[in-house]
């Protein structure tokens, strides 16, 4: 068996072990009051792979990374719908260099029953160095495509707020120097706070 497979079956067992743990603490709480605008800040990790056409990284090997933003903002159109905008990203080594690999998302998301839902988007992907992590090395930013994936389950929720945990698969790839492009999947896990 693969390291990139072990990795993630391990990411699934600590994701089913997460979802199963959650699911057993929680409390009968009253319907949050989903009206209007959504707010929803999450935080996590997860594994991301990525392969440039050049050679120079495959998809043989992933990191191990941080949800960084996470970020989500939409408006309720029906009961147990909402369009949304979202920010994903993850943060990769490269060249010993940090970067992050995200973009900005329009979607949907689902509720299809009182404490889980699903949503999904597609967007503009970004590929650039981590803020904290620019340099004359390190200060190229492209662009391209991006689609996401995602399940949450509320296991917390009061009124107006409500949290969850949650996984998301991102799929994306931008145009880089010298007419080639880098692919990434990324798939990640994280706690949302959410506000209605």
Not at 45 to 52: A, K, M
């Amino acid at each position: 068996m693969t390291a990139k497979r072990k990795q993630l079956i391990s990411a699934l067992s600590v994701c089913t072990l997460l979802l199963i743990s959650f699911i057993s603490v929680a409390q009968n709480t009253t319907t949050p009051i989903r009206d209007k605008f959504i707010f929803e800040f999450g935080i996590g990790g997860g594994v991301i792979t990525l392969e440039n056409s050049s050679g120079t990284q495959t998809f043989d090997t992933s990191q191990g990374a941080g949800n960084f933003p996470d970020f989500k903002v939409g408006y309720m159109i029906k009961e147990n719908l909402a369009i949304t905008a979202s920010l994903p990203g993850m943060i990769y080594s490269f060249e010993d260099n940090d970067r992050h690999f995200g973009g900005f998302l329009a979607g949907v998301q689902y509720w299809f029953a009182n404490k889980w839902w699903v949503n999904g988007g597609i967007g503009l992907g970004i590929d650039s160095p981590a803020l904290y992590d620019i340099n004359d090395s390190n200060d190229d930013w492209n662009f391209g495509k991006l689609v996401s994936t995602g399940i949450g389950y509320e296991f917390y929720q009061k009124e107006n707020f409500a949290m969850n945990v949650q996984s998301k698969l991102v799929l994306g790839s931008v145009n880089i120097a010298n007419d080639q492009h880098r692919n990434a999947v990324s798939f990640g896990v994280s706690l949302g706070f959410n506000w209605f």
